[in-house]
């Protein structure tokens, strides 16, 4: 299929909802083609397409498991076929369920892992071979990794994972102008964040943040924004803090 697209394209995983779909928006508004990936969610990301389309937008809604590393082959190759080239990449897909370490069965351990790390592995590799010159990869780290709270020590060694994944592949990318940058958001309201947790625990966390308010989507999607512009060009390696000041 040739395409006919003239617009930097960009895949955010995970997009279907929350961070991620305020992130597709954001980027649909600065001028990008973008792929919304999902996993499960295809109503949520196919009227997410729609919207940004009837908004004079181009976008696409491209299912994917990226903890399978041919899902993600294939994700690269539907945007290639359907938009063009890549030149932008979001790992904001990510699961988060906070249990003790003592009572993480293997099957959690497993489900984040495979998400949170294995996913971004895919997505990275798959990027390295086929990311245009000059391009962006922002990957999703968590301000929890800094605060070391009980029940999220599965899911901070995966972000921990993910910070280490980006320092080095800035790196590994030398000679071809593309940065690797992570954003560590802290408590954002979207249901990763809000889901089991009680009105008691959600306000707790809302107070944390000298701003003394929890973090809403669009604001981290102001900071991908930042980070995937051209503005943004010296800033590579990076792990940058999005949290309100909470740490």
Sequence with gaps: MTTINTKQVAIIT?????????VARRLAHDGFAVVI???????????????????GHTAIAVKADIAKADEVRAMFDATEQQLGKVD????????????????????????????NVRGTFNTLREAATRLNEG?????????TLGLNMPGYAVYNATKAAVEAFTHVFAKELRGRNITVNAVAPGPIAT???????????????????????????????????????????WINGQILRANGGIA
């Design 88 to 115: 932008v990449l979001v790992n904001n897909a990510g699961v988060l369920k906070t249990v003790p370490l003592a009572q993480t069965s293997d099957a959690l351990y497993d489900q984040t892992f495979d998400v």
């Design 37 to 55: 990936n999902y996993a499960t969610s295809s109503t949520e990301a196919d009227k997410l397409a729609a919207e940004l389309k009837a908004g």
């Design 135 to 143: 391009g962006r990869i922002v990957n999703f780290s968590s301000t």
């Design 14 to 22: 995970g997009a279907s909802r929350g961070i991620g779909a305020a």
């Design 191 to 233: 249901s990763l964040f809000l889901d089991g947790k009680t009105e008691e625990q959600i306000q707790t966390f809302a107070k944390m943040p000298p701003l003394q308010r929890l973090g809403q989507p669009d604001d981290i999607a102001s900071v991908v924004s930042l980070l995937v512009s051209a503005d943004a060009g």
